[in-house]
């Protein structure tokens, strides 16, 4: 008998463990994911970064986070966060409005702005960073 299969999408947060922006972040999101549809991940780990993003470096990680889909789709920074609104229901009106054109410009600038002015501060030290099950397929 085959597994059934989660119809419901699922996507990977990979986010640096070190930005204390990016951790609250985190549990933000964490709070409002009452679909349990993400999962997060703290990309400055090495093993855990390869085995949901193969190939991907910590040097764009710290640029900018990153969701990957079911499909293995990576989507960084902005784009991300318009992922993270196809799978959220209070972050839907950001993903139905956050692709038109004025709005995504403004959308990358902002985000931009904001990681380039984070602080970092050495490894995840929380529960946020701790090690996840392998991922479902």
């Given at each position: 008998m085959a597994a059934a299969r989660d119809p419901?999408?699922?996507?990977?947060?990979?986010?640096d463990g070190g930005c204390p922006l990016c951790r609250r972040t985190v549990r933000l999101l964490r709070a409002i994911d009452w679909l349990h549809r993400l999962q997060f991940v703290d990309g400055t780990d090495a093993d855990a970064r390869e085995r949901f993003a193969p190939g991907l470096t910590e040097a764009a990680?710290?640029?900018e986070m990153y969701v990957v889909n079911e499909?293995?789709?990576?989507?960084a920074g902005y784009d991300g966060y318009l992922q993270l609104g196809r799978v959220v229901p209070l972050m839907w009106p950001m993903y139905l409005i956050g692709g038109l054109p004025?709005?995504?410009t403004l959308g990358h600038t902002l985000y931009r702005t904001i990681a380039a002015k984070r602080i970092r501060r050495g490894r995840?030290?929380?529960d946020l960073c701790a090690p996840l099950p392998s991922p479902r397929r």
């Open positions: 419901q999408p699922s996507l990977v947060v990979l986010f990680l710290l640029v499909r293995g789709q990576r989507y004025g709005i995504r995840c030290t929380d």
